[in-house]
């Protein structure tokens, strides 16, 4: 019996690892075409590599940039051997022309990442109830939609929910074996996710509730202080290996994250494009239906609900609820839980991926609910609904796989453009981030300058862009400028408005206007006044514009923004 759930644990590791691995390498070598954050993501590590530990922004702690860094040595390493690169200056050239293996090195920590959650699932729901939940509940996260698509991502939010689940992991060790020392190594995964991502530091919930709970009646709090010192220090220590730059300069970090956009999102101090669409109740509902399903979300709602009822109901009517449940392991999850949520509902704004440490702790209640069922010996019930709960999202994680074969939409533009547009045309973005949501074309000095210079006035080092200007492959070359349009709508000033005009585009010698859906879709959908002045560029350019091409995705076919490429008239 052992060896038949060690082959079934395998073949789940496995499927979860091919729906986690096809295909990284969409849209290389350009760079960011699965998350924006990606670009962010590796230019931080390489800042690291330099040997300069200052962060570029303070929104996010350092941690999962370190562990890429250790997979760019390892490719160094690597490509020395075979001869690819001689020196560090060969490296930095790599990644402006061909990024390729540092995006893939990022993207598979992800995915080892998340292929680890899987089997750290399986072995809890084995200590919550038996092997039957651990492995419905790893065969379930296997396929939850979010967690499929941000383990292709070069991004920290699959590597935190793992360190928070190791936590959890080493924590539960502690407790059985009786050794609360062991707690220490739990401290330690805590203070690592929590330079991972600052909401790791949740995760120090694990080891104190198992230490609270594993007091004798009788035995006093205070004898165990030793232990809960430990477990701080090695929550300390952890985020000091994580975000080195804090033990250097402690005020200048903690000035940084109270001066951060981030902080300014707790705090609702910020108003976010396209936010009213990302915070609240209703948003949060649909993140869990992106994740888990409507099913699923519905039977871990339902589950969830059962169990906190398990602390109102007399002892002799819980085993009618759940029986034989460990309840030692699942109350600090539930617990976690209850925090998180609380944290999301308050959260000036939300995206998808915030939910990806509920994901294990939601398919182990669906797997409590099925196994219950199983129990009961309502078969049919138990295929049914396992059935129903699995196919939304296995159907949304295998057609996204399936679409990441096909070529992005921005990379079908950037040939449109060489094939049809001059070299040394005017080319208009509708914002300034470049590389991330629009097509890859080459670009003169002059624009790159330009870039350069908004970059240092947002407070940025310009680098990347020093360095493309040196690196950046031949011609065609386009003069290109990059409306400044910010995120924030705080930061968009009037100056900045007044580049929104067609007419004006067309005096300084514009003749193409590319947009994308990756901002007019948000311009349209957020009624908030300040964004109306450039909601009427987006009208004016539909009505008067002369539209060359356009670059949407098609389902099962390829991802990307839709793009509309305006020809100004003559």
């Known amino acids: 019996m052992r060896k038949k759930y060690t082959i079934y644990l395998f073949l789940i590791l496995l499927g979860g690892f091919f729906l986690r691995v096809t295909w990284i390498g969409y849209g290389l070598p350009q760079p960011g075409y699965f998350s924006s954050d990606e670009i962010d993501t590796i230019g931080r590590s390489l800042k690291i590599a330099t040997g300069d530990l200052t962060p570029s ?9 370190i562990v890429s860094l250790v997979s760019y040595g390892i490719v160094f390493i690597f490509s020395k051997i075979l001869g690819y690169v001689s020196n560090k200056e060969d490296l930095i050239r790599l990644f402006i022309r061909n990024p390729t293996v540092y995006y893939l090195a990022g993207r598979m920590s992800s995915v080892i990442a998340g292929v680890m959650i899987l089997f750290l699932v399986y072995r809890i729901g084995t200590r919550i109830k038996n092997r039957a939940t651990g492995l419905l509940a790893a065969l379930l996260l296997s396929c939850c939609y979010t967690s499929v698509r941000f383990a292709h991502i070069a991004k920290e939010d699959t590597f935190l929910t793992f360190l928070i689940y190791l936590t959890l992991w080493f924590s539960l060790k502690a407790q059985e074996t009786g050794r609360r020392q062991r707690l220490f190594l739990s401290g330690i995964c805590c203070g690592l996710a929590a330079a991972t991502k600052y909401t790791g530091i949740l995760s120090i919930l694990f080891p104190v509730l198992f230490l609270l709970s594993s007091l004798k009646n009788g035995e006093k709090l205070i004898r165990q202080m030793p232990v809960f010192f430990t477990i701080v220090l090695g929550a300390f220590i952890g985020f000091c290996v994580g975000m080195p730059f804090f033990v250097l300069h402690p005020l200048t970090f903690l000035k940084g994250v109270f001066a951060s956009s981030v902080f300014h999102q707790i ?7 396209g936010g009213e669409h990302h915070y609240g109740f209703l948003f949060i509902l649909k993140m869990f239906k992106e994740e888990f399903g409507s099913l699923m979300a519905i039977v871990g709602v339902l589950t969830f609900a059962a169990l906190l009822s398990y602390f109102f ?4 009517d819980r085993e009618r609820l759940f029986s034989h449940i460990n309840w030692n392991v699942l109350t600090p999850i ?3 839980t209850a925090i998180y949520l609380v944290i999301l509902f308050s959260s000036g704004h939300l995206d998808y991926q915030y939910i990806l440490p509920l994901s294990p702790f939601w398919a182990l209640l669906s797997s409590l609910f099925l196994v219950s069922l199983y129990e009961r010996k309502k078969i049919f ?4 609904i396992f059935f129903l709960i699995i196919q939304e999202p296995l159907y949304h994680s295998v057609k996204f796989d399936m679409e990441t074969l096909g070529t992005d939409t921005r990379i079908k533009a950037a040939e449109w453009m060489d094939k049809n547009i001059s070299p040394g045309d005017k080319i208009a973005f509708d914002t300034d981030y470049y590389y991330q949501y629009h097509p890859p074309i080459k670009i003169s ?12 006035e947002k407070g940025g080092t310009g680098t990347y862009f020093q360095l493309l200007e040196k690196y950046q492959r031949g011609a065609p070359l386009y003069h290109a400028r990059f409306l400044p349009m910010p995120t924030w709508l ?13 007419e004006k585009l067309k005096k ?9 859906s990756y901002y007019f879709d948000r311009i349209r959908i957020d009624p908030h006044p300040g964004w109306k002045p450039i909601r009427r560029f987006y009208e004016e350019m539909a009505r008067r514009g002369i539209k060359a091409a356009q670059f949407a995705p098609t389902a099962w076919r390829n991802l990307g923004p839709e793009l509309i490429i305006y020809r100004l008239g003559d």
Do not use: C
């Open 57 to 65: 922004h303070y929104n996010k702690p350092a941690f999962f940039n």
């Open 267 to 273: 705090q609702w101090q910020t108003l976010w494009l």
């Open 313 to 316: 109901t007399k002892k002799e």
């Open 334 to 336: 539930i617990v976690f």
């Open 381 to 384: 019930m138990f295929s049914a």
């Open 445 to 456: 000095s002059e624009s790159i300058r330009d870039l350069e210079k908004r970059a240092k």
């Open 490 to 502: 705080e930061r968009l000033k009037e100056e900045e408005i007044r580049e929104y005009n067609p």
């Open 508 to 516: 300084d010698g514009f003749r193409w206007v590319v947009i994308s």
